[in-house]
């Protein structure tokens, strides 16, 4: 059956577009042109027969007319219209007949607005590396110093007519080696701005692991063998993991996933999180973490580098230490993540290391023109064991699930969040540490 009524749109479309008659075609399909007239105009559903009987007709295939067809295209035409400035009003109940009865326009549509909202992406991520990216701060000090010093042995040179020879030769040298300086500085910075990909110009070894898990999907099936796995021999020949400092924390990695997936088994975990996100129970990380008897921390980990399965949402992961400082990060469609400096400050991760051993829930939407809700689950642990005379280590752990997966969303307070103050558009914040440089 069609998804929706209005499915006879897309219909009349395409017989339109192919030049055939409506009594034509119901005399290919069988029917009398009467009920396809109705089935055109939306007033009846046709049956799976004469769908298939019409895609035979149209010389097109089934899936098109089919339950879902259609759907990503219509999911992009309504973010397009959520995204409209103030004042023009699409008319989004309108948005399938539209996508019907112009179908190469409506592609193209949803085509640009999937593309502005890409370049209002790069925008941010450029905001944020221009702000916090400690490799452009290095390149920058690097020319200015250069500057600095062949103007001042220039002035030297000009301003010292009766210079000894030999110093006059030193000067012309320190001249020349500055002038190299500053050209190489020059050139690693116009290629290191040049870097169009995200993953290109990687500022630290938490980038390089972080790029390697992410083309692993975050999930390494062999850490699921139990001990007997190999670390070292995972982080071999990863042409991510380029430095020695990056597979050292790879390998870090590794273990604490080996030790979750043997506290957590998939064959124990899968089947419970499918049972209950299929019959709609409410989600409940603590309950989860009880039954299974491990920390809530390590739920969450585990939580976010599952396999990803249809059945069970993706969800997102940030770690930060002591400090606030961000060590994991685990994206999920619509929370943007920033790549350097601090976080949000109203982030539920923040509120949870403040109240150590405390979890915290909290219903966020992340602010932007596509608003996204999440149900966020942080909690703030000891790490490492208890030791006399040693000092405290605590790290926070914030689960990020969408809001549609979690029934009782609705009934939590709405907290508004952003990636950090200096890329949020949201103003008026009680928050906000700076003025934001992207536009609302």
Not at 421 to 434: K, L, S, T
């Amino acid at each position: 059956m069609p998804k929706s009524a209005l499915s006879g749109t897309r219909i009349r479309a395409l017989r339109t577009a192919r030049r055939i008659g409506q009594a034509d075609l119901a005399r290919l399909v069988g029917v009398s042109p009467s009920y396809l007239n109705l089935i055109e105009h939306n007033r009846r559903r046709a049956s799976s027969r004469v769908i298939e009987a019409i895609a035979e007709a149209l010389q097109i295939p089934a899936a098109t007319l089919q339950e879902g067809a259609g759907d990503e295209q219509l999911a992009a035409l309504r973010a397009a219209a959520a995204r409209a400035q103030p004042g023009a009003a699409p008319e989004i109940d309108r948005a399938e007949e539209f996508a019907g009865r112009f179908p190469g326009w409506a592609a193209l549509l949803a085509h640009l607005a999937a593309h502005s909202e890409m370049q209002e992406r790069i925008v941010e991520r450029l905001s944020d590396r221009m702000a916090h990216d400690p490799n452009l701060s290095a390149s920058l000090h690097e020319i200015v110093s250069a500057v600095t010093a062949v103007q001042s042995t220039a002035a030297i040179l000009a301003e010292s007519e009766d210079l000894d020879p030999e110093w006059r030769a030193r000067f012309h040298r320190n001249v020349h080696a500055d002038s190299v300086r500053l050209a190489n500085a020059a050139e690693t910075l116009v290629a290191f701005l040049d870097t169009s990909s995200e993953e290109a110009g990687l500022a630290a070894p938490q980038e390089e692991l972080e790029s390697w898990l992410e083309r692993q999907g975050y999930h390494v099936a062999a850490l699921e063998e139990g001990a007997g796995v190999d670390i070292a021999a995972l982080t071999q020949g990863q042409a991510e993991l380029a430095s020695v400092a990056s597979r050292q924390l790879a390998e870090d990695w590794l273990i604490r996933a080996r030790d979750d997936a043997r506290a957590l088994p998939l064959a124990q975990l899968m089947p419970v999180l499918s049972r209950l996100f299929a019959s709609g129970q409410a989600f409940a990380p603590d309950a989860l973490a009880q039954r299974f008897g491990v920390s809530l921390a390590r739920l969450f980990r585990r939580l976010a580098t599952l396999p990803a399965q249809q059945t069970i949402p993706r969800f997102g992961l940030v770690v930060c230490d002591g400090s606030g400082t961000i060590t994991f990060r685990r994206p999920v469609d619509g929370f943007q993540l920033p790549r350097f400096g601090g976080a949000c400050p109203l982030w539920p991760l923040y509120e949870a290391l403040l109240q150590q051993g405390r979890p915290v829930r909290a219903f966020v939407e992340f602010s932007g023109r596509l608003p996204a809700r999440f149900v966020a689950h942080a909690v703030a642990d000891r790490r490492g064991p208890l030791q006399f005379e040693a000092p405290n280590a605590w790290e926070s752990s914030m689960l990020l699930t969408p809001a549609g997966a979690v029934p009782d969303a609705g009934s939590l307070p709405t907290r508004l969040v952003g990636s950090n103050c200096r890329v949020c558009p949201r103003a008026g914040c009680a928050a906000r540490r700076e003025p934001s440089i992207v536009s609302v």
